[in-house]
């Protein structure tokens, strides 16, 4: 009731500002073109031959402001998203045509996010990412080349706000369920007369989230300042996230959920008395820190360079507290406390994080009357820290204050080279090519947490070749198909686990052929699109259903495997107020001869081996045959409007032994929103927004992992970790626009 009566303080403050202006967004104008060719060079276009969709700038200020960019793109084609702590806020994830986030490729402003080691991006690192994007293009495959780590699954391009010609103001204040406060504030010049622009954008999220534990408190700022001169564009972008959330990876059992779903043992301890008891910085705390700095110069109006440097600075910690820890896992002997000895204890540990990115892309692209080609190149160099440290234990004879048990360390840079051109044969048909080589250099030394040594380096050469054509039968139809090479190197913890198994030199990379075709209709009312596609592996890293302690997905190689399937579009308005859209996935996603290993114990918990398991053709783990989308949209000429969407997942499993047993069920998951605006004074608006997600209280769950063992007797142990989606929430927003 506070937190409402705030929220409605806050309004009618608002509500009585004197607005001075108006803030208008231009899609394009002349600046604009400087500003957008710095990723353009790494975007697919009106004639690429690849399956793409887009959300533009109008699309992301209608989403809710606790959803984070997995679940602002889940309505597209092919993707599946999750969040670990039930609703928007806090850890959140995707999945595209089955391939999990390591194998998507994640760039702003033409810079790669994937984090140099894992390949992971970390979306709660930068809260509230959408409010300071322009728009975002999904590219589903291989697609065209790209920085960064190789695109394998598919592409995820975004860029920052245009500058808009005016001087503007804006403000968003949101409340939700769980405890959910937003907050987001903006301002910009707009282009002034001599050339300069600067644009701010601030935002702060809380709540508790909807499992225990997982409360969040989000920081982001977004600084940009722009200098435009005739033929001249400079860009310095900061872009600051700053995030503290509680442990949330863990999972609980389908027993538990069934009982408490909203449970979570992160943290948990038993005191002295036999009473459950919580650690209270139970915490993962990162901040991170963006530096870039684009440089654009038209040499004419056909021909554009533009190069970016680019910094990233992290740091943070995951915190824990473990009970009934052995000592010699920290490398610490006994303690003994008044002659009793103790060989275990309640510890709490902090597991951290240092790390520098540093990159510096540059393109050049021409335009011809039937040509345009582009070539550009890009070096980045990263290394990174990882520190263990014990910062407490319950008995403690003589351990150092903060005592560290662990430090490894990891470097590695990746340079690329790439040329593309799509030429245009008579009046209808397009020729595309593009030719990428890239370099990864790779080493790990120093000792991880259980004291087995990470000294290792590995140098990677990948040629991706890439070719197709696009034919515009006419203005309304395109048929288009290409073929395209991708390969990529395994992830730190993919590489961890084989040096770990004795088998350092068994981790291989990846390769896919990517076969595409598609047609596209579009229309004034209305629109299609189908695309068909074989993407054809060798030595895929897939998921084996585990993760580690700090929530990474474990991989395995398997020699050959595929995903197979067609992917369906369609847009209909039949009048102005109504408008109909949905997309449909069908695919099938299968391992050729896969062999699973389970560890074998005895009843004591000693591991004696590895018993296996062969099968002839499996399923891929966590990849839905189906998947499907649909939405219908009503407007009124007054500015109000109202959208009702649903998606659909089909069954996918934990695990790749096809076992129902071990399987994520179907589910379909409704949203509605609902938005007003209002015309304050002259120029000057407010808008209001309600969401509501999950309308129909679906008890579901979209993600999870499981371990399975072996004992020496012929008995079986299972253990898995699921991650229940929150039943009905609400999210309210008041928008001011000035």
Not at 128 to 147: M, P, W
Not at 216 to 236: F, H, I, M, Q
Request: hydrophobic share 35%; charged share 20%; aromatic share 14%.
């Amino acid at each position: 009731m506070k937190q409402f009566t705030l929220f409605c303080g806050v309004f009618l403050i608002f509500f009585s500002i004197p607005f001075t202006s108006l803030y208008s967004q231009t899609e394009k104008n002349s600046s604009n073109k400087l500003d957008s060719v710095v990723v353009e060079a790494y975007r697919a276009g009106k004639n690429t031959p690849v399956t793409h969709s887009a959300i533009n700038l109008k699309e992301l200020k209608k989403s809710s402001p606790t959803h984070s960019v997995p679940m602002i793109l889940s309505m597209m084609p092919s993707v599946v998203s999750s969040t670990e702590g039930g609703n928007g806020l806090g850890y959140s994830s995707l999945r595209i045509r089955g391939s999990e986030a390591t194998r998507i490729n994640v760039t702003l402003n033409g810079v790669a996010l994937n984090d140099g080691e894992s390949q992971q991006v970390f979306w709660v690192n930068i809260p509230a990412f959408q409010s300071f994007l322009q728009d975002i293009q999904v590219t589903r495959g291989v697609g065209t080349s790209v920085n960064g780590a190789g695109a394998f699954g598919a592409s995820i391009n975004m860029r920052t706000l245009f500058t808009p010609p005016e001087a503007y103001g804006m403000a968003e204040f949101g409340v939700g369920s769980y405890n959910t406060m937003l907050t987001t504030v903006g301002a910009g010049s707009g282009r002034m007369n001599n050339g300069l622009s600067v644009d701010v954008r601030f935002s702060h999220n809380s709540g508790d989230g909807y499992i225990r534990n997982a409360k969040t408190d989000l920081k982001s700022l977004y600084a940009s300042v722009g200098w435009y001169n005739g033929n001249n564009a400079l860009r310095l972008n900061y872009i600051m996230g700053d995030q503290t959330s509680g442990i949330t990876w863990e999972g609980i059992s389908r027993e538990q959920a069934n009982k408490d779903r909203r449970f979570n043992p992160a943290g948990m301890w038993i005191d002295a008395a036999g009473n459950v008891r919580y650690y209270h910085n139970e915490i993962d705390s990162y901040s991170q820190h963006h530096i870039q700095a684009h440089y654009t110069h038209s040499f004419s109006p056909s021909l554009l360079l533009s190069s970016t440097l680019h910094f990233t600075k992290g740091d943070g910690y995951y915190e824990n507290y473990k009970a009934d820890k052995e000592f010699s896992s920290y490398g610490l002997s006994n303690q003994v406390i008044e002659g009793e000895v103790y060989k275990k204890s309640d510890v709490i540990i902090r597991q951290g994080l240092d790390n520098n990115f540093i990159a510096l892309n540059t393109s050049l692209t021409y335009t011809g009357n039937f040509i345009k080609s582009t070539t550009g190149a890009s070096y980045s160099y990263y290394d990174g820290d990882h520190i263990g440290k014990m910062l407490w234990s319950m008995y403690n004879s003589n351990i150092s204050d903060n005592y560290q048990w662990y430090d490894n360390y990891g470097f590695k840079s990746d340079f690329s080279a790439f040329t593309k051109a799509e030429v245009g044969i008579g009046e209808k048909l397009i020729l595309f090519a593009d030719l990428q080589y890239r370099r990864v250099d790779y080493t790990l030394r120093g000792d991880d947490k259980d004291f087995v040594s990470l000294d290792w380096s590995d140098t990677y050469n990948f040629f991706n070749p890439k070719g197709g054509f696009t034919l515009n039968l006419n203005n309304k139809s395109q048929l288009y198909a290409s073929v395209a090479v991708g390969r990529k190197e395994p992830g730190r913890s993919d590489i961890k686990e084989s040096i770990k198994a004795g088998r350092a030199s068994d981790i291989l990379p990846e390769r896919v052929i990517d076969y595409e075709a598609g047609y596209k209709f579009s229309s004034a009312k209305f629109s299609m699109g189908a695309n068909l596609y074989f993407m054809e592996y060798k030595d895929q890293l897939v998921p084996t259903g585990r993760i580690s302690e700090t929530g990474y997905v474990i991989k395995e190689n398997v020699d050959k495997s595929y995903r197979r399937g067609v992917e369906l579009t369609a847009a209909w308005k039949p009048v102005s107020f109504m408008a109909l859209n949905g997309n449909l996935s069908l695919s099938t996603n299968k391992i050729k001869d896969y062999t699973q290993y389970f560890d074998l114990f005895d009843m004591d918990w000693n591991l004696l081996g590895q018993n296996r398991l062969d099968l002839e053709e499996t399923d891929i783990a966590f990849s839905p045959s189906v998947v499907g989308m649909a939405a219908i949209s009503l407007y009124s000429k007054c500015g109000s409007s109202l959208s009702l969407m649903g998606k659909y997942v089909g069954k996918q499993f934990l695990d790749n032994t096809s076992n129902d047993n071990n399987a994520i069920p179907s589910y379909f998951v409704t949203t509605l929103t609902a938005s007003k605006s209002f015309e304050i004074k002259s120029g000057r608006f407010m808008d209001l927004s309600f969401y509501i997600d999950n309308l129909f209280n679906n008890m579901y769950f979209s993600n999870g992992w499981i371990y399975k063992a072996q004992f020496i007797d012929g008995s079986n142990y299972l253990e898995e970790g699921i991650y229940p989606q929150a039943g009905i929430n609400f999210t309210a927003k008041v928008s001011f626009r000035f």
